[in-house]
């Protein structure tokens, strides 16, 4: 009899029709986050899972599943916030995620939000598309012109480094980084700041593409914003709690940092109506690694993880 999978929500068609040759694939009928009772009965009731960001596989969840019929929660996915890790591991439960997939797609829409941010993208579109675009002005819509300017990298992991990449080849930018390890090559020359602080103060375009969890939550507050230029930008491709959202409408709306490109926010898919509100921020829905191509090679990082446990392997990406 094969092990019983429960897949948090649909998937490629390619990876399910690769998980079923070895597991009994049961697919969740809804898109919608896993609330926490399900998570209690997944735990309980299935062998293994595939979870998918807002999971509520909490503490509580392994807690009250103990002791569970489920061995491993693979995440679809490199941010594991949504799962209480310490927690499954003294449940005896293991838990994976799908780091090197997400990179390349995730590096792309960093650079889209740089662009559209900077050159105040959502602006011009939002006159178009409501019919009120006076037509072409001298000093229409002037935006800031990143070519030869500073980038500051927060978390110089697979991620970071494809960001510097691109903008050090296609943009001529220096690169300034902080990071919590050290980093022995990234790619392209790239500068280490003592702190965050001195990166968030030096750096004409912020990246954030930390972790989350509980060492990266509100890394950007009230302090790390007053820290940058007037002049400005922040991008988030990471975790939305990593940064002080209401921190961030206030040095939006006074005009403290020139703007803002979010992929991610602090109670996704929930967006405070104050920061909607503000012109200076590009808000996209959570389009990070949105390509078939990318949720694919997800799934199969995932599937990789789930047959190397029932093989009795080393995990591929244990966290």
């Known amino acids: 009899m094969k092990p019983d999978l429960l897949v948090s929500r649909a998937l490629p068609e390619a990876v399910l029709d690769h998980l079923a040759r070895r597991f009994a694939v049961t697919v969740r009928p809804t898109a919608a ?32 599943a103990a002791p569970p019929r489920c061995r491993i929660v693979a995440n679809f996915g490199m941010g594991y916030n949504h799962i209480a890790v310490a927690a499954a591991r003294a449940a005896g439960v293991a838990v994976t995620n799908t780091p090197g997939a997400v990179t390349e797609a995730t590096a792309d829409i960093a650079m889209m939000l740089i662009l559209m941010a900077t050159r105040r993208a959502s602006e011009g579109e939002a006159w178009v598309r409501g019919g009120t675009w006076p037509g072409w002005q001298p000093m229409q819509l002037l935006g800031f012109q990143i070519g030869g300017r500073t980038l500051g990298i927060v978390g110089m992991g697979n991620i970071g480094r494809a960001v510097a990449r691109r903008c050090h080849a296609g943009w001529g930018m220096r690169v300034i980084h902080f990071s919590r390890s050290p980093v022995a090559d990234a790619g392209v020359p790239t500068t280490a700041m003592p702190t965050l602080a001195a990166l968030m103060g030096e750096a004409d375009v912020v990246v954030l593409a930390v972790p989350g969890g509980r060492t990266t939550h509100h890394l950007v507050d009230a302090a790390a914003l007053a820290a940058m230029k007037p002049t400005a930008f922040l991008v988030n491709v990471s975790r939305g709690d990593v940064v002080d959202e209401a921190a961030l409408v206030r040095a939006l709306a006074e005009r403290r940092i020139a703007g803002a490109g979010l992929d991610v ?43 190397a446990f029932l093989d009795g392997r080393p995990l591929p990406n244990p966290v």
Do not use: K, Q
């Open 265 to 307: 926010y602090e109670f996704e898919p929930a967006v405070p109506a104050a920061l909607r509100a503000l012109p200076n921020v590009t808000l996209l829905p959570h389009l990070g690694t949105s390509t078939l191509e990318t949720r694919t090679a997800m799934g199969m990082v995932a599937a990789a993880n789930l047959l």
């Open 33 to 64: 986050p896993m609330p926490e009772a399900e998570a209690i009965a997944a735990l309980g009731t299935r062998d293994a899972v595939i979870a998918t960001l807002g999971d509520g596989f909490t503490a509580r969840a392994f807690a009250a």
